[in-house]
């Protein structure tokens, strides 16, 4: 499974396994004890795929933070997330060294060691990009042409439209200024 069906649930520990959409919106497992829950709009939820790491240059996906401490690590679990701030921040710096310290906490680091050793626990270390990433990615790329396309016949059709009603809207005006003058 890849990170695309992993989530973090505010309020809620731990993370979570995309089971399937309900009515009223999905249920998904816990990696912490297997239980199945009911999440519903009103949660706050974070796919881990679309989270990123700020550097100093660039935003860096969490996937290839995960897959350069798992190499880091040769795949195996790594430190724990309740060691001091200093030591969370001394092996981040290991593993992203141009990491921007200013805007990623300690608290963000300890949230992606548990994070990481919780995804080696249960088996989900494949951190590369999904083949369905891939797809539809390539698939957006192909679209694109496509999509500029539909606005260059949208914009010659509303000249059109908003000829007779820019031509209305200054009889309107005119009559504004006028009645104004008059008083």
Same mark, same amino acid.
């Given at each position: 499974?890849?990170?695309?069906?992993?989530?973090?649930?505010?309020?809620?520990? #731990?993370?979570? +396994?995309?089971?399937?959409?309900?009515r009223?919106?999905?249920?998904?497992?816990?990696?912490?004890?297997?239980?199945?829950?009911?999440?519903?709009?009103?949660?706050?939820?974070?796919?881990?795929? %679309?989270?990123?790491?700020?550097?100093?240059? =660039?935003?860096?996906?969490?996937?290839?933070?995960?897959?350069?401490?798992?190499?880091? =690590?040769?795949?195996? %679990?790594?430190?724990?997330?309740?060691?001091?701030?200093?030591e969370?921040?001394?092996?981040?710096?290991?593993?992203m060294?141009?990491?921007?310290e200013?805007?990623?906490?300690?608290?963000?680091?300890?949230?992606?060691?548990?994070?990481?050793?919780?995804?080696?626990?249960?088996?989900?270390?494949?951190?590369? %990009?999904?083949?369905?990433?891939? +797809?539809?990615?390539?698939?957006?790329?192909?679209?694109?042409?496509?999509?500029?396309?539909?606005?260059?016949?949208? +914009?010659?059709?509303?000249?059109?439209?908003?000829?007779?009603?820019?031509?209305?809207?200054?009889? #309107? #005006?005119?009559?504004?200024?006028?009645?104004?003058?008059?008083?």
């Open positions: 499974m890849s990170l695309e069906k992993v989530l973090s649930i505010s309020g809620k520990p #731990g993370l979570y +396994k995309l089971k399937t959409q309900t009223t919106g999905f249920l998904a497992e816990s990696l912490l004890d297997g239980k199945t829950i009911n999440v519903s709009g009103r949660h706050n939820v974070s796919l881990l795929s %679309e989270i990123a790491v700020y550097t100093l240059t =660039e935003e860096v996906p969490l996937r290839e933070v995960f897959k350069k401490i798992s190499e880091k =690590e040769d795949g195996k %679990e790594t430190i724990s997330h309740k060691v001091s701030k200093e969370l921040e001394e092996f981040f710096f290991g593993v060294p141009d990491y921007d200013d805007r990623v906490y300690a608290s963000d680091i300890k949230k992606i060691v548990q994070w990481y050793n919780m995804l080696v626990k249960n088996g989900l270390n494949d951190f590369s %990009e999904a083949k369905e990433e891939t +797809k539809k990615s390539e698939e957006g790329t192909s679209e694109k042409p496509k999509e500029p396309k539909k606005p260059a016949a949208k +914009k010659a059709a509303a000249p059109k439209s908003t000829a007779p009603k820019a031509s209305s809207a200054k009889k #309107g #005006g005119a009559t504004k200024s006028a009645a104004s003058r008059k008083t």
